[in-house]
């Protein structure tokens, strides 16, 4: 698994963390780096995501509430939820990851921690996203 893999199930770990407590993910990665000890410290990247999406989520949740066609942000399991707020804050605003990048490392988080219903589903929302950014106003 390369670092930036392993930077994205980390951040992953965080946001589903704070989803489930209802606390902001810019907090509770701070609470972490403060408790984490010296041997595994907050990878760079895990720590750009959690403030790319903090930054961004207000509009990474409208989108999602837009292009799930047929699920509520509540109903939606908060694993998927969470990959999807990670899918599209990278195809969105991380310039470095291509966009099949992006998407194929949600679909593999998907996998891992969710259903193949899930990863089906995660795919087409972040498909379409990816489809239509240029025509997106963020």
Known sequence: MSARSKARKAALDLLYEADIRSKNAL???TLREVAVDELRPIREYTR???IGIDTHSRKIDELITTYAQGWDMDRLP???RNILRLGIYE???VESVPDAVAIDEALLLAKELSSD???NFI????GRISSIK???SI
């Open 27 to 29: 907090e509770t990665l």
């Open 48 to 50: 750009e995501l959690i």
């Open 117 to 119: 219903e899930s990863s």
């Open 123 to 126: 795919h087409g929302v972040l």
């Open 91 to 93: 195809i969105l605003w």
């Open 78 to 80: 908060a694993v998927d």
């Open 134 to 136: 240029e025509s997106l």
